[in-house]
């Protein structure tokens, strides 16, 4: 027998229906590439990209077609996607911080037809355009008189393109499961690989994001995703927002400590996301200028491991609540939240850090495990590590063209490559990366566990552990440091610091001090090009 309820296809243009039927005045508001702040609602939002939609059409795209946009976080670049996904077309976020080459292989790998592109990235894509043999057209997020020359197939100026439709156009319909859009993971061992989101999976993520044990967000909140949409689709905000009309705050292209202040400041956000690289340029700002968060309720802090120190920063100096997160781009991306379960709810102090600094727990539509290298699974007992492995219906069940099959396995889990431990209550900690992890005499060591304990020592910015090779142990830790501006420790202060908070054989055996550490474009730590620039380190003793 059947349940006698209606098909509702979960299409993505019903989040931004929505939006535009219950919260019409609710705004978006953006710093402009041009530069002066604008404003925008949801009705027009949703206007607008009803035309952009058209337009697409007009313009002869189909369903299914690829349409990239090279873009910063604004109210354009979330039409551009609601106009591409209203006719079944796919939007295809690039990464403007890869190298042009990586972008070019991107763009060829995913056939994208035509590009939605902000001023900032002309010359980037003047750069690539000519290797993308299916590239026919580049829209300029901008007006045309902010235009310049470039030398691009088919360029048209957004607002002009935009003046010629009528917005008299409905959304397609179609199966749920029709791509919706698509992002690369950035490669950081071989090549890229294609994620390709549905409707389906863009709609019950936003909702498992937007729980109150999740990322808790309402209609009452003035949300400033500083997370670029090019990043794992800003952790689904653009997606989460609309569905419980949100006011958006988009940064545009400063994320400065002193520009994503002046945001905070004026539109009164409450609710923020970002990587850790971002906070600590706030945390700088207003350390140095002595200004506080008044209206800021929560941060939420993924992509790479959050140091507790931060967390203790935000909560005690500043009264902001942090989430710390976990997730990946074949996840849409959030997979799990550290938010408080009722037997922690009173914990306070360093107990409640202790939480704070695991990445948490599943929303309901993501499974875990953890499994060792024979897939058996491994106890939650809060210590024994494995190979975390998820599934849910906004996890990917392959990569785009079939690369990195060998990651999902037939019962349906994937591989995510990150290695981490699950307590009795849940809650996960990441303690590597499967190919960052130290391994000595046999054991593993936490790279990210002792990275956390260093930085937490008041003369460093900056820290990163890598195995060195070692004759007897295989592989021995190294820390890699950035001092703060003006401060010169010495090794043996910072061993020490660290001596009795780890396990004696998990101490590294020698610091480097450098400059800078190298990031991805995605502001992680770029272990593969720290272990090249350390290859031929000789730890003391060696
Ligand atoms: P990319 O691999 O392209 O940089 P992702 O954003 O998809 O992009 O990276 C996902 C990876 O980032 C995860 O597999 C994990 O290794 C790491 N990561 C994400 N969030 C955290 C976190 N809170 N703590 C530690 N590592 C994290």
């Given at each position: 027998m059947l349940g006698l309820m209606q098909e509702w296809p979960?299409?993505?243009h019903k989040l931004i229906d929505h939006a535009a039927r219950q919260?019409?005045?609710r705004e978006i508001v953006s710093r402009s590439i041009e530069g002066p702040i604008v404003r925008t609602n949801y009705a027009e939002l949703r206007q607008r990209s009803l035309k952009v939609s058209q337009l697409l059409r007009r313009d002869g795209y189909r369903r299914g077609d690829r349409i990239a946009t090279l873009a910063w976080n604004t109210a354009r670049h979330i039409e551009t996607w609601y106009g591409i996904m209203g006719i079944g077309a796919v939007y295809h976020t690039l990464?403007?911080?890869?190298?042009p080459e990586q972008i070019a292989w991107i763009m060829n790998h995913a056939e994208d037809r035509g590009v939605f592109v902000d001023l900032t990235f002309l010359p980037l894509l003047e750069k690539i355009?000519?290797?993308?043999?299916?590239?026919?057209q580049v829209i300029v997020l901008a007006d045309a008189k902010n235009?310049?020359?470039?030398?691009?197939?088919n360029v048209v100026a957004y607002e002009e393109w935009l003046a010629a439709?009528?917005?008299d156009f409905a959304w397609e319909t179609f199966d749920e499961n029709t791509a919706a859009g698509m992002c690369y993971t950035?490669?950081?061992?071989?090549e890229p690989k294609g994620v390709v989101y549905s409707h389906r999976s863009n709609v019950l993520h936003a909702m498992l994001a937007a729980l109150p044990d999740s990322m808790?967000?309402?209609?009452r909140d003035v949300v400033l995703?500083?997370?670029?949409?090019f990043h794992a689709n800003a952790w689904g905000l653009a997606h989460s927002c609309p569905m419980l009309g949100a006011k958006l705050v988009m940064p545009g292209a400063r994320m400065d400590g002193p520009s994503i202040y002046e945001l905070l400041d004026t539109e009164k956000v409450t609710f923020t996301a970002a990587v850790p690289t971002v906070w600590l340029m706030l945390l700088q700002h207003l350390e140095e200028t002595?200004?506080?968060?008044?209206?800021?309720r929560k941060v939420v802090i993924g992509g790479s491991a959050c140091p507790r120190s931060m967390i203790r920063k935000f909560q005690d100096n500043y009264g902001v609540d942090v989430v710390h997160a976990w997730g990946m781009t074949e996840m849409s991306p959030l997979g799990t939240l550290c938010t408080m379960k009722p037997q922690h709810a009173e914990t306070e102090g360093d107990e409640r850090l202790d939480i704070q600094q695991k990445q948490g727990f599943t929303p309901f539509g993501v499974e875990m495990k953890i499994t060792d290298d024979d897939n058996r699974e491994l106890p939650?007992?809060?210590?024994?590590?494995g190979r975390l492995k998820v599934r849910g219906?906004?996890?990917?069940?392959s990569y785009y063209g079939g690369?990195?099959?060998?990651?999902?396995?037939e019962d349906g889990w994937?591989?995510?490559?990150d290695v981490a431990h699950i307590d009795h209550s849940g809650y996960m900690q990441i303690t590597d990366r499967a190919k960052d992890v130290v391994k000595s005499g046999g054991e593993w060591i936490s790279t990210i566990e002792l990275e956390n304990l260093a930085v937490?020592?008041?003369?460093?910015?900056e820290a990163a552990v890598i195995g060195v090779s070692h004759p007897k142990w295989g592989e021995r830790p190294l820390l890699v440091a950035v001092c703060k501006p003006g401060k010169e420790p010495d090794k043996s202060d910072i061993l020490r610091f660290m001596?009795?908070?780890?396990?004696?054989?998990?101490?590294?055996?020698d610091v480097a001090f450098v400059d800078e550490i190298p990031h991805t474009a995605?502001?992680?730590?770029q272990k593969s090009r720290l272990r090249e620039l350390f290859r031929d380190y000789r730890l003391p003793g060696d």
């Open positions: 979960l299409n993505c919260y019409p005045d990464n403007p911080r890869l190298f355009a000519p290797s993308v043999g299916s590239l026919r235009v310049p020359d470039v030398n691009l197939p439709a009528d917005g950035s490669g950081t061992t071989g808790g967000i309402s209609s995703p500083v997370v670029p949409m002595g200004k506080t968060l008044p209206h800021l939650w007992d809060g210590s024994t590590f219906p906004a996890v990917a069940r690369t990195g099959a060998e990651q999902f396995d994937f591989d995510t490559g937490g020592h008041p003369a460093l910015a001596e009795g908070r780890v396990a004696k054989w998990w101490l590294p055996d995605t502001g992680k730590i």
